[in-house]
């Protein structure tokens, strides 16, 4: 297939049109990772010459793109429904900038896994991590881009679709605000909790993209304090909270001398179990009635949580939403004047492959107490990629109060 690139573009760029068309053309046959999605493939040339000019991307198979279908991680999702009549806004924000899709990414089922190995079209390669997991439910986003096969790629973040497979692969991986960027024709899992999200291997590009996404060309704020999450390096444990001491020197370097805190008095355990009910009952309320209907193969795992999804109530949910609100305002307050909370991404490095699902699940529980943190309190998160452990990729994380976007940008850029 030839595609015509915009003639405005070529003629601005060091790219030729053939050369353009080549790239777009042999994404399949570059992709050896197994990232990039054929059931559902969809190419665009870049249609401007703008920020993003001269920058490949994938997308995420959630997100629509007008008169193709959405394939969701799932062949009966797939099957069930008909090709997206508009272009998600976040997509088309991309394009107008000047960068070139060259296909759609693999996400886990429905996005509602933090694993990437989907039991349908299999688990895109960590070319980072040999033999382990690249994360989901973002997996060909984040291995995409750690593989260079695209310069940044668009995912979501829910639950830390984004931020552990950021931390997984050795990446750069942003969840923004919540709402701060429109998921408007994208598939939904929790729409409380949903966000955009996108990687790359450079800070700069990073925070490229994220002005895009975010429409924000303001001069970012100043960081205030920098603030220890030491509960949350209590999680990790003394082995990897001693790996990361050259990324937070690093770190310190940059920003300041950071003031050791807990972020949570009840603990970050208990948080967990407020996040993931909340979730759970939300995910049950945009799709259940789909699954009922439509009784949908799921993989290992993921069909478990649909199922215990159905079983919450609405009085296992009403008072945890007052909870959620307590912690979001704990948070709010932890990070004013512009304060910026380090800790890890993640509590370990990836997982092996084909791990036990029982092992898989103890796993998850321990990193969803510190990725529910952003979440819960629809605050932004970045993971930097400064640490490894074993020779695999562990990433920390700065996060900021809502609206910090920005700010949280031009931090990983001074860090670099």
Not at 61 to 79: C, M
Not at 94 to 115: C, F, M, P, Q, R
Not at 227 to 252: H, I, M, N, S, Y
């Amino acid at each position: 297939m030839t595609v015509a690139a915009s003639p405005t573009w070529t003629q601005r760029t060091s790219v030729t049109r053939s050369q353009y068309n080549a790239i777009l053309e042999n994404i399949f046959a570059r992709d050896t990772i197994g990232a990039f999605c054929r059931h559902t493939h969809v190419e665009i040339p870049a249609r401007a010459d703008g920020a993003l000019a001269r920058l490949s991307c994938g997308i995420k198979d959630l997100y629509d793109v007008a008169g193709y279908k959405t394939g969701f991680g799932n062949p009966d999702w797939l099957a069930t429904h008909d090709a997206a009549a508009v272009t998600a806004p976040a997509v088309q924000s991309l394009l107008d900038a000047g960068a070139h899709i060259v296909g759609k990414t693999h996400t886990d089922e429905l996005a509602y896994s933090l694993n990437g190995e989907n039991a349908h079209y299999g688990t895109p390669v960590n070319v980072n991590a040999a033999g382990r997991i690249p994360g989901g439910s973002s997996s060909g986003s984040a291995a995409a881009v750690s593989a260079g096969l695209v310069d940044f790629a668009l995912g979501s973040d829910t639950g830390g679709s984004v931020r552990a497979p950021a931390s997984f692969c050795g990446i750069y991986g942003m969840r923004p605000s919540h709402g701060r960027i429109s998921l408007d024709a994208a598939c939904p899992l929790a729409p409380s909790f949903d966000t955009a999200g996108w990687f790359a291997r450079d800070a700069a590009t990073l925070g490229r993209v994220g002005r895009v996404l975010l429409k924000d060309d303001r001069p970012a704020a100043k960081p205030g304090a920098l603030l220890l999450a030491q509960d949350a390096f209590e999680v990790a444990g003394d082995r990897v909270t001693g790996v990361f001491k050259p990324a937070l020197e690093r770190t310190f370097a940059a920003l300041g001398k950071a003031r050791h805190i807990m972020v949570s008095s009840e603990g970050l355990a208990q948080w967990f179990q407020v996040f993931r009910v909340l979730q759970a009952a939300e995910v049950w309320a945009q799709h259940g009635e789909w699954i009922r209907r439509v009784k949908p193969k799921f993989g290992p795992g993921v069909r478990e949580r649909f199922e215990w999804a159905s079983s919450i109530s609405a009085a296992d949910v009403e008072p945890l939403k007052a909870t959620r609100e307590a912690i979001a305002r704990r948070m709010a307050e932890m990070l004013s004047d512009n304060a910026i909370l380090v800790l890890p991404t993640v509590h370990a490095i990836a997982p092996l492959k084909n791990t036990p699902t029982v092992d898989l699940d103890d796993f998850r529980g321990r990193a969803m107490s510190l990725l529910c943190i952003a979440g819960l309190a629809r605050l932004p998160q970045i993971n930097l990629p400064f640490t490894s452990l074993d020779g695999c990729p562990i990433g920390l994380s700065l996060v900021a109060a809502r609206g910090g976007d920005t700010m949280l940008l031009e931090a990983a850029r001074r860090i670099t």
